[in-house]
C-alpha cells in the first residue's frame, strides 16, 4: 500500500492542512496544487488567514492570483473581498 504522502515532492508546495474547512465537498488528500488551483485560490483569498495567504502567494504567481481575480472575482467573491484584493493587487476599478 503506497504512502499519501509519498505523492508530494515539496512538502512546502501541499496545501495547508488548516484550509480543509473551506473544501468539505472535495477529497482535501486528493487535492492537488497545480490542477485544482482556481479552486484553491478562491478559497484561500476568501477565507485564509495570514499563514495560508503567505502560503498561497509562495505557492503561485501573483500574476496567476491577480487573473483569477480579474476574471473570476467578481463571480466568486463577496463584495469586500473582490474590494480588498483589487486594491492589493493594484487592480483597477
Same mark, same amino acid.
Given at each position: 500500500?503506497?504512502?499519501? %504522502?509519498?505523492?508530494? /515532492?515539496?512538502?512546502?508546495?501541499?496545501?495547508?492542512? @488548516? *484550509?480543509?474547512?473551506?473544501?468539505? !465537498? #472535495?477529497?482535501?488528500?486528493?487535492? $492537488?496544487?497545480? @490542477?485544482?488551483?482556481? *479552486?484553491? +485560490? !478562491?478559497?484561500?483569498?476568501?477565507? &485564509?488567514?495570514?499563514? !495560508? =495567504?503567505?502560503?498561497?502567494?509562495?505557492? #503561485?504567481?501573483? &500574476?496567476?492570483?491577480? $487573473?483569477? /481575480?480579474?476574471?473570476? &472575482?467578481?463571480?466568486? *467573491?463577496?463584495?469586500?473581498?473582490?474590494?480588498?484584493? %483589487? +486594491?492589493? =493587487? !493594484?487592480?483597477?476599478?
Amino acid at each position: 500500500m503506497r504512502n499519501r %504522502k509519498s505523492k508530494i /515532492v515539496n512538502p512546502k508546495s501541499a496545501i495547508p492542512q @488548516s *484550509l480543509a474547512p473551506f473544501f468539505q !465537498e #472535495y477529497d482535501f488528500a486528493q487535492l $492537488d496544487p497545480q @490542477s485544482a488551483a482556481p *479552486l484553491i +485560490i !478562491e478559497r484561500a483569498l476568501q477565507f &485564509g488567514t495570514r499563514a !495560508e =495567504l503567505r502560503w498561497l502567494f509562495a505557492q #503561485y504567481p501573483r &500574476g496567476q492570483i491577480t $487573473d483569477w /481575480v480579474k476574471r473570476f &472575482g467578481k463571480d466568486r *467573491l463577496p463584495q469586500p473581498h473582490l474590494n480588498f484584493w %483589487k +486594491i492589493i =493587487l !493594484e487592480i483597477a476599478p
